[in-house]
């Protein structure tokens, strides 16, 4: 089944004319021009007075922060092709509603000013929320600002609690550009059900498609649990402290639509359990305290074909930046694992990765993406998981968005705690609880149609869906059963302003299947984000 997958993404990566990113002649830079507008126009404004007290309560994104995500200096070379990269940068940010990047002609034919042009998105967001999966009730409170005094950087609290008991609070920052520089820093405090959490990040990653150097270092620690489900209950509760540390670095070559990077990886874990808790607890085998660490290298290549600007695929009227081409990576090295009242083990750990995705005439994309990793002991797999996904879109329908999708996990713990794959609800099977099906190989099947209703109200967009869902999930040791089917339809809301490249998500769902002589009633629900997206 594998390679029957890798062949068809090896074959559809073969389709289709190139289309690098090098094609465009080059330029000197002369000029760099940035405007940044708020979030409602001066007409808007001045025509509606709530879009003129969002501004007034708005910071309007520095300057400095788009120049930030600028990487050519004046006097040095530019393409149309690196112009179109910095307006993708722009908008992965988040922070703007949109962002629009074009070089100006000079007099001189050699010479090309950098025009930069952006308007922000809501940035403050607080108050109330609740949302809801069938009788699965979540709510809390929150209170954040992304782009705090116009820096892009990000201060948030949250608490969150659900009708299962769990509860989540945390205070969080985001330095954007940590001390003037390209590296992001992140804070997070908090505490749950369970006792405080607490972590701290720096990342340096790759801010364009030539840069040659990326790294992370990652600490956190806390009081966690792992739940185990049944019938959409909490059966067994498995609570751990633990101390953590990831450390990166990555090395880049080669040109801006075809390149290499090599890296080092080391993972350090340190857990100590607690008993197993709940009805099934004394099902759930729960290992000894373990330290573990991975050392290891990286090797990836990407070839990229083409960048795409779409509406209408994940997003309504946001734009959305598709990347056409092909990358693959592996990952090897050992874990030193050492596990209370065993002896120390050294484990040869692998992790492969593969991914396609192509563009077929103007509408039509088709992606593949399969990664899996295994860890060894003996010459036997002791932890190996897979997972394969595989989407298609076809836009030629307009104002229709045929979506479909295909996605396949399967997974084995044999020292750490037990792997259980959900699905439900909140797992792209809709129209049953969002915990009800549990088991350790998972197959589901998802055809959405994606209706433009190219009607607004004030600043929202609105959309339709009509879909069918299938899934099936089992232990390992069995075959695949009887299949979980569904069909409903619902409503996508988008928001350039508001919403930014997220929809808010409404569906009714009508489950087709009594399962162990259970029927399940129709199922409402609501969430941010598509069930599966490019």
Known sequence: MYAALLAVAALAAAAGPRQTTEESAAFTLGEIEIRTDPIYSEETAARQPLAALVNVTHWTTRDSVVRREIWIREGESISESQAAEIERNLRATGLFAEAHVTLRETDDAGVRDLVVVTRDKLSISGGASASFVGDFVSGGVSLAESNLFGTGDRLGFSFRENDDGERRGSLSYRDRYFLGTWTTMTAEAGETERGNFAGLAFSRPFRHLADPFAWSLVGRTGTLDRDYFADDDVVAEVPFDEDSGLATARWRSGTRDRFWTRGLVADFSDRVYGPAEGPAGGAIRVPGDTTSVFLGGTLSGTDISEFRKVQGLDTIDFIQDLRIGSSASASAGVT???????????????????????????????????????????????????????????????????????????????????????????????????????????????????????????????????????????????????????VGFGMRIGSESILGANVLRVDLSFPLDDIDGESFDPLLSASLGQVFDF
Do not use: C, K
């Open 336 to 486: 030193l694992r050492d596990e209370a009242g065993m002896d120390p083990e050294v484990q040869p750990t692998f992790r492969l990765s593969a991914d396609t995705s192509v563009a077929i005439g103007p509408d039509r994309y088709f992606t593949a993406r399969l990664g899996g990793n295994a860890r060894l002991f003996d010459g036997d797999a002791v932890g190996w998981a897979i997972a394969t996904d595989l989407h298609a879109y076809d836009l030629s329908f307009h104002p229709h968005t045929i979506a479909a999708s295909i996605r396949f996990v399967e997974a084995e713990e044999t020292q750490d705690l037990p792997v259980q794959l959900i699905l439900g609800e909140g797992n792209g099977l809709r129209g049953y609880p969002r915990r009800q099906f549990t088991g350790e190989r998972l197959l589901r099947l998802n055809l959405e149609d994606r209706i433009d209703l190219d009607a607004r109200i004030g600043a929202f967009h609105f959309g339709a869906v009509v879909f069918a869902d299938i899934g099936w999930i089992e232990d390992r040791d069995e075959g695949f059963g009887e299949p979980r089917r569904s």
